[in-house]
């Protein structure tokens, strides 16, 4: 079974500043996929960005980048030019293997400070 | 619109009482999920299902119960078995291939009193 860890429940960031966040997972599977979401206070779940394993190449979405360690097993994000909207709940999710069991991280709480 | 909704948004139980949680979509997808979100523990899978009439149990699924009749719908049952059900509870649908991303639903609050 794969197991996600986020070592930080909470973290904050000065409106326009750099936050990096940390995820790392467990798994015996070689093809796999990680994806972050983002949960505001609304609650509603939203993809921010998604990794293929198999793809060297970090993934990029606008303000929102990740590095990928596979071999640490580490897939950390890191929003650049914080904005008070990037205020929320950020999870981690790893997906793998035949069964395509979708695991979460237990999140971290993010706060943008004016 | 094409979406995945979740009814009732808040529910109140009396303890011992079974309840039903509604997750329909209309976005043709094959995967859904059932996920129970309390603080400080993220999501944990209850229940997920990749095909109508098939579904796996998840890291908690004792106590709880589901169906998949239909490809559009995954309703959930909390039974009186269920310790501690107060909680949030999040459905989510995902249609073919690996990298595709999940869909949640607004989410359900049952308050067990």
């Known amino acids: 079974a794969q197991t996600v860890t986020q070592s930080q429940p909470e973290m904050s960031v000065q409106e326009a500043e750099t936050v990096t966040l940390s995820c790392t997972y467990d798994t015996s599977e070689s093809n796999y996929y990680l994806f972050w979401y983002k949960q505001p206070p609304s609650r509603q779940m939203i993809l921010v960005i998604r990794q293929e394993a198999y793809k060297q190449q970090n993934a990029t979405e606008n303000r929102f980048s990740v590095n990928f360690q596979k071999a640490a097993k580490s897939f950390s994000l890191k929003i650049s030019d914080s904005q008070l909207g990037d205020t929320a709940m950020y999870f981690c999710?790893?997906?793998?293997?035949?069964?395509?069991?979708?695991?979460f991280g237990s999140g971290t709480q993010l706060t943008v400070l004016p | 619109d094409g979406g995945i909704t979740q009814s009732p948004k808040y529910l109140f139980r009396k303890e011992g009482q079974n309840v039903t949680l509604s997750c329909e979509q209309n976005?043709?997808?094959?995967?859904m999920y059932w996920y129970r979100q309390d603080p400080g523990q993220g999501l944990r899978l209850i229940y997920y299902?990749?095909?109508?009439?098939?579904?796996q149990k998840g890291d908690i699924a004792e106590g709880y119960s589901v169906s998949r009749e239909k490809k559009e719908s995954f309703p959930l049952t909390v039974t009186s078995a269920q310790k501690n059900p107060t909680a949030f509870y999040l459905c989510?649908?995902?249609?073919?291939?690996?990298?595709?991303?999940?869909?949640f639903g607004q989410g359900t609050r049952l308050t067990v009193v």
């Open positions: 989510a649908s995902r249609g073919r291939g690996a990298s595709t991303e999940a869909f």
């Open positions: 999710a790893f997906m793998g293997g035949s069964a395509r069991q979708l695991t």
């Open positions: 976005l043709n997808h094959d995967a």
């Open positions: 299902s990749q095909i109508v009439n098939d579904f």
